[in-house]
């Protein structure tokens, strides 16, 4: 009945390897973004499904435009979005259950693993909304085109975790609208540490690559300690109902993933599903190619901030660029052992309290 291409871009093959969305009576439902510009919906259900499509991520169903009724084969394929720059897809059964689905990884031509973090089920039987938060990395390349399709998502506050040095490397030049509230914290890379951690590892000797990963996950903690006014302003922001809002680091997987591994925990998504989106990020960006220097003068390397990775050995290199479950697992153990659970560092370190948390939930699951 529909063709369905299996050439995709970055953005879709992410979509193939992330949690998909499901509800009781819809599994595996995910959406792809074909190499020839098409929206691919795929999905696994026991009967036929009505697909509904929107340019709004809250549209309630029977405000949706019906694209296609009774569809049986697990699969329909968007051509034609007309004045939609962003769709959200609903499948709904004859009877039960209905899930939303979107495009996980924003296909933007710059910017560094920019991501929604709706359509994850939650264990009370919810699912996080789509188009209210987003993570990323550094956001300094992003085109006109970029910031078309960005102004389309309404994003209200930016939470940038990067560095005074980072931010000066690669500056956020923020043109979409509505104009922003760019929050940003101005502390060195010297203060933070890591840097100068990560610098004495490499001055060992019998250095290996199992070793610079064992001392990668233990950074993890150092993060969460660093970073913990950062991630409570963030929930602030979340409380008042300062959304849509996104929140990045540099490249958008260890202080932004463990931010959003933060907040996922908070609205009640399993465990295993929070790793899984941790993980997704070295599907997404070759991390090696972006840290490799090989585009930068001896000078941009000896100011940017990870100039000193380029000289590193590939292999040496690696675990460094990695979103290894074991480093985020690392950060839960930490707070399970100095803090008592995730949920207790929310509420005590981070400052959220049962009626704030509460309106957290509210604004960001359905």
Same mark, same amino acid.
């Given at each position: 009945m529909r063709v369905f291409l299996f050439a995709v871009v970055i953005a879709g093959l992410a979509a193939t390897i992330a949690p998909t969305a499901e509800s009781a009576d819809i599994a595996h439902a995910e959406v792809v973004k074909r190499a020839d510009g098409a929206y691919a919906v795929t999905w696994t259900a026991q009967?036929?499904?009505?697909?509904?499509?929107?340019?709004?991520?809250?549209?309630k169903p029977a405000k949706m435009t019906l694209v296609s009724d009774n569809d049986a084969d697990g699969q329909y394929v968007a051509t034609d979005l007309g004045k939609i720059t962003r769709p959200y897809f609903y499948l709904r059964p004859e009877n039960g259950e209905g899930v939303r689905v979107a495009l996980r990884v924003l296909p933007l031509e710059g910017g560094r693993n920019f991501r929604d973090l709706g359509g994850y089920p939650t264990k009370d039987g919810r699912h996080v909304k789509w188009g209210r938060v987003f993570r990323s990395g550094m956001?300094?390349?992003?085109?006109?085109?970029? !910031?078309? !399709?960005?102004?389309?998502?309404?994003?209200?506050?930016?939470?940038?975790?990067?560095?005074?040095?980072?931010?000066?490397?690669? @500056?956020?030049?923020?043109?979409?609208? @509505?104009?922003?509230? !760019?929050?940003?914290?101005?502390?060195?890379?010297?203060?933070?540490?890591?840097?100068?951690?990560?610098?004495?590892?490499?001055?060992?000797?019998?250095?290996?690559?199992?070793?610079?990963?064992?001392?990668?996950?233990?950074? !993890?903690?150092?993060?969460?300690?660093?970073h913990k006014d950062k991630y409570r302003e963030m929930f602030d922001q979340l409380a008042d109902g300062d959304i849509p809002l996104a929140f990045n680091c540099a490249a958008g997987k260890d202080r932004a993933g463990t931010a959003a591994a933060l907040l996922l925990t908070a609205l009640g998504v399993p465990h295993d599903i929070v790793v899984k989106d941790y993980a997704l990020s070295e599907k997404v960006v070759d991390y090696d190619a972006a840290f490799a220097g090989d585009n930068m003068s001896e000078e941009e390397m000896a100011k940017n901030p990870y100039g000193f990775l380029a000289k590193l050995p590939k292999e040496l290199r690696a675990p460094l660029m990695r979103s290894d479950p074991a480093y985020i697992e690392r950060t839960f153990s930490y707070l399970d052992e100095q803090y008592g659970g995730v949920d207790r560092f929310i509420r005590v370190e981070l400052d959220v309290d049962d009626m704030e948390l509460a309106r957290i939930r509210a604004a960001l699951l359905e």
């Open positions: 009967g036929p499904v009505d697909v509904l499509l929107s340019g709004d991520p809250n549209a956001m300094a390349n992003l085109t006109d085109a970029d !910031y078309k !399709y960005l102004s389309a998502l309404g994003i209200r506050v930016v939470c940038d975790f990067r560095s005074i040095e980072e931010r000066a490397t690669e @500056p956020t030049k923020w043109r979409a609208k @509505p104009k922003i509230e !760019y929050m940003a914290w101005d502390y060195s890379d010297a203060s933070a540490g890591t840097e100068d951690q990560l610098r004495q590892m490499f001055a060992q000797p019998d250095l290996t690559p199992a070793k610079i990963a064992a001392v990668m996950a233990e950074v !993890y903690p150092g993060i969460i300690e660093q």
